[in-house]
Nanobody
């Protein structure tokens, strides 16, 4: 019932930018804290960012701070991840997921969608 559709990924050169979108079907994203996660081949899921539904505060993993920005458009029921100054190590499949009802927990509380591929290469 909780279905996510991630989009906006693609192939970009180092230093480039992408804007990822997370759209939801069957529920309202505004009611939840939503996180972005990523997974590269052979690696575990990494929590990248989260935006809280309680006060709108945001959280980022240390090595993306200053480069990534998470935001909401509640009217469109969408959460975005603006990624600037992309690096090869950012290459991964990116997913969004519910983290909590009021706070960002650091863990996905919902199942993964299909994700969107981000490839950073010269």
């Amino acid at each position: 019932q909780w279905k996510f559709v991630e989009s906006g990924g693609g192939l970009v050169q180092p230093g480039g930018s992408l804007r990822l979108s997370c759209s939801a079907s069957g529920f309202t994203l505004e009611r939840f804290s939503i996180g972005w996660f990523r997974q590269a081949p052979g690696k575990e899921h990494e929590r990248v960012s989260c935006i809280s539904n309680s006060d709108g505060t945001t959280d980022y993993v240390e090595h993306v701070k200053g480069r990534f920005t998470i935001s909401r458009d509640n009217a469109e029921n969408t959460v975005f991840l603006q990624m600037n100054d992309l690096k090869p190590e950012d290459t991964a499949v990116y997913y969004c997921a519910v983290e909590g009802l009021y706070h960002c927990s650091g863990y996905a509380q919902s199942s993964w969608g299909q994700g969107t591929q981000v490839t950073v290469s010269p």
